[in-house]
């Protein structure tokens, strides 16, 4: 199977990750060929109305030059995949994506260029808007290849229900060949030019890389203002406080949503971690049995509640309308 090598956040890291090939469109001629992959919905999934309108997509080269746009491209479903064609010429390296009205939970995104601009695979994952301080929610989208891995998604909207607007990518800071071992932290990328989320209306201009060190210094301090932002402006949707995700996955954590500010979505057990995510308080809870404490809380998975502590019994109803079970068949 062919597939591209990409920087990638591997458990809280930086590391290598793949996409198949068929995580790319089609070269267009000329121009860019733009895929987004959003989150899951459904009874399988953790998220609602993760599809939606897929974003403006503007494009400009390696200098800062505006090249495209590319408009109102469509809808698409949840876990899947759409793609986005901008016509122009030269090498894309950089893209915006500015959200339209229907907001969609993005699990990655790819760019192919054209044959005449080099033929240039990139990718880049959910993760990124996670770790640079959007609202997130695990996907449970797998990318197309031998290797598991699971992406987180991030939410973008332009009416105001998500705080985020849209995001820049500098594509070329994604190659595996600029992986760097002595530096894993995936926040280095939070600097509004490789990654930059945005919460202004209509997003339409870009940050980009210039020979003068002091500019980007001062955009990484406007980052951290925008991180401080959208922290503040996060807030749990309603659907999400009626519904219960179960996973087994090692690519999912119930202590990492928790610990997280900026984590939105339902309610989070895992079964591995035996750990519990009350996602409105952002409070752990231990599952029942084992070494668990009877003078302090923890969460019946068979009962789907928490128990114990001043709280309801294991024989009341569940508080969920819907259950979300991610767990493997095998399990």
Not at 224 to 243: D, T
Not at 282 to 308: E, H, M
């Amino acid at each position: 199977m062919s597939v591209v090598e990409a920087i990638g956040v591997v458990s809280g890291i930086l590391g290598i990750i793949q996409f198949a090939a068929d995580n790319f469109g089609d070269t267009t001629e000329p121009g860019s060929t733009v895929k987004v992959a959003v989150a899951l919905d459904g009874e399988a999934g953790g998220t609602s109305n993760a599809g939606g309108d897929l974003p403006d997509v503007r494009v400009w080269n390696e200098f800062g030059d505006f090249l495209a746009i590319t408009s109102d491209p469509g809808t698409l479903s949840d876990g899947t995949v759409g793609t986005v064609e901008v016509d122009h010429e030269q090498q894309g390296s950089y893209s915006l994506f500015s959200a339209n009205d229907d907001a969609i939970c993005i699990a990655w995104v790819t760019t192919t260029w054209s044959e005449a601009a080099g033929g240039n695979k990139f990718a880049v994952s959910g993760d990124y808007g996670a770790e640079c301080g959007a609202n997130w929610y695990e996907s449970h989208m797998w990318t197309n290849t031998d290797q598991s891995y699971q992406p987180r998604c991030f939410w973008i909207d332009a009416n105001g229900d998500q705080p985020q607007t849209g995001f820049q990518v500098h594509w070329p800071a994604y190659s595996s060949t600029a992986f760097d071992e002595g530096n894993t932290d995936p926040t280095k990328f939070c600097n509004d030019i490789d990654f930059g989320l945005r919460t202004e209306g209509d997003p339409s201009t870009i940050n980009f890389w210039t020979s003068a060190k002091s500019k980007s210094k001062a955009r990484r301090s406007e980052k951290n203002e925008r991180r401080v932002r959208a922290r503040r402006s996060g807030q749990r949707v309603s659907w999400a406080a009626e519904q219960l995700v179960i996973s087994d996955s090692v690519h999912h954590s119930a202590r990492r949503l928790c610990d997280s500010e900026t984590s939105m979505g339902p309610d989070f057990a895992h079964t591995g971690e035996r750990r519990f995510c009350d996602m409105g308080a952002k409070v752990l809870y231990p599952f029942c049995g084992g070494g668990w404490n009877s003078t302090s809380s923890c969460f019946d998975l068979n009962a789907q509640r928490l128990i114990g502590n001043g709280l309801e019994s294991r024989d009341s109803a569940s508080p969920y309308t819907t259950v979300r079970d991610w767990r493997s068949k095998s399990s």
